[in-house]
Nanobody, 123 residues
C-alpha cells in the first residue's frame, strides 16, 4: 500500500522555523515529482512548493520565496519543506503530494496525497 505521511507541523510564533517531512512508502518515488500544498480554513488547497523528479528543479510561490525551501532525499524516499521566518498567514494544513514525472502547480493529476499536518503561526 502506497502512503505519504507528513510530520513536523506544530504551533510556533511569528519568525520561527519548522521543517516538515513527508515519508513515502510502498514504492519508489524516484520518478515522481513531489509537491507541498496548503489549505487554510475556507480556502482552496494551494501550491506552496515543489521539486521535480529529475533533475530536482525546485519551484515555490512568490509568497514563500526566500523563506521556504523544498528538498528531497531519494535514498530515504522523503521530501522536506524547510519553513523559515514564518508568518501568521502561513497558518494552514500542509499536504504532501506525488505526481508521476511532471510537476503540476494545481491539485489536478496527483497520484498520492498525505493526510496533512497542521501549521499554526501566532503573532
Amino acid at each position: 500500500q502506497v502512503q505519504l505521511v507528513e510530520s513536523g507541523g506544530g504551533l510556533v510564533q511569528a519568525g520561527d522555523s519548522l521543517r516538515l517531512s513527508c515519508a513515502a512508502s510502498g514504492r519508489s518515488f524516484d520518478d515522481y515529482s513531489m509537491a507541498w500544498f496548503c489549505q487554510a480554513p475556507g480556502r482552496d488547497r494551494e501550491f506552496v512548493a515543489g521539486i521535480s523528479w529529475s533533475p530536482g528543479i525546485t519551484y515555490s510561490t512568490a509568497s514563500v520565496e526566500g523563506r521556504f525551501t523544498v528538498s528531497r532525499d531519494n535514498a530515504k524516499n522523503t521530501v522536506y519543506l524547510q519553513m523559515n521566518s514564518l508568518k501568521p498567514e502561513d497558518t494552514a494544513v500542509y499536504y504532501c503530494a506525488a505526481k508521476k514525472l511532471i510537476l503540476d502547480f494545481t491539485t489536478d493529476g496527483y497520484d498520492y496525497w498525505g493526510q496533512g499536518t497542521q501549521v499554526t503561526v501566532s503573532s
